[in-house]
Antibody
Framework: EVQLVESGGGLVQPGGSLRLSCAAS????????MNWVRQAPGKGLEWVSY????????YYADSVKGRFTISRDNAKNSLYLQMNSLRAEDTAVYYC????????????WGQGTLVTVSS | EIVLTQSPGTLSLSPGERATLSCRAS???????LAWYQQKPGQAPRLLIY???SRATGIPDRFSGSGSGTDFTLTISRLEPEDFAVYYC?????????FGGGTKVEIK
């Protein structure tokens, strides 16, 4: 069974940093591209970042470019999101999501981890 | 960046009725890269449709997708009680993914 489990969320002050993790199991993690998607309270979905299976290709949304860094460790079946210079508008539930082969949708999602940026 | 606009914002229907949701792109999108998701309160999104018209694994055949270019549609042929939720379209661009703002399907 495919499972994605996020961790690392919490309360952080504006300007602070946080590192999210996503532990993957039930599939060959190294064969799939992965994404982070967030959802602010009561709002819609916002894509945050993409990383290819080998980490050779990385993309970011303009809203986080220069502040967030996506990475992965295929040996540990883990995906990460390093978030620096956090702002109030980064407050959201952060989901990791598996990218189906050939960009055929995000077929598996974690349960999400809440990040709250507030003083 | 391609912008996806979903309409209507809210759709009020009764169980058994047909739901038609629209997703319009600001520029042409490859049909291969257009997906639809369902999200219920407190849950992660679930992939319904990929490639504009292919149902994901385990998705009932009352869900169907169609469209090309800039206009895409998700149709739910007969609404079941569990179908009342928020629906999002999503596309893959050259260096980014984007989601539409969502359509809420609520019980009338």
């Amino acid at each position: 069974e495919v499972q994605l489990v996020e961790s690392g969320g919490g309360l952080v002050q504006p300007g602070g940093s946080l590192r999210l993790s996503c532990a993957a199991s039930g599939f060959t993690f190294s064969s799939y591209s992965m994404n982070w998607v967030r959802q602010a309270p009561g709002k819609g979905l916002e894509w945050v970042s993409y990383i290819s299976s080998s980490s050779s290709t990385i993309y970011y949304a303009d809203s986080v470019k220069g502040r967030f860094t996506i990475s992965r460790d295929n040996a540990k079946n883990s995906l990460y999101l390093q978030m620096n210079s956090l702002r109030a508008e980064d407050t959201a539930v952060y989901y990791c999501a598996r990218d189906e082969v050939a960009a055929a949708g995000l077929d598996y999602w974690g349960q999400g981890t809440l990040v709250t940026v507030s003083s | 960046e391609i912008v996806l606009t979903q309409s209507p914002g809210t759709l009020s229907l009764s169980p058994g009725e047909r739901a038609t949701l629209s997703c319009r792109a600001s520029q042409s999108v490859s049909s291969s890269y257009l997906a639809w998701y369902q999200q219920k309160p407190g849950q992660a999104p679930r992939l319904l449709i990929y490639g504009a018209s292919s149902r994901a694994t385990g998705i009932p055949d009352r869900f169907s997708g169609s469209g090309s270019g800039t206009d895409f549609t998700l149709t739910i042929s007969r609404l079941e009680p569990e179908d009342f939720a928020v629906y999002y379209c999503q596309q893959y661009g050259s260096s980014a993914l984007t989601f539409g703002g969502g359509t809420k399907v609520e019980i009338k």
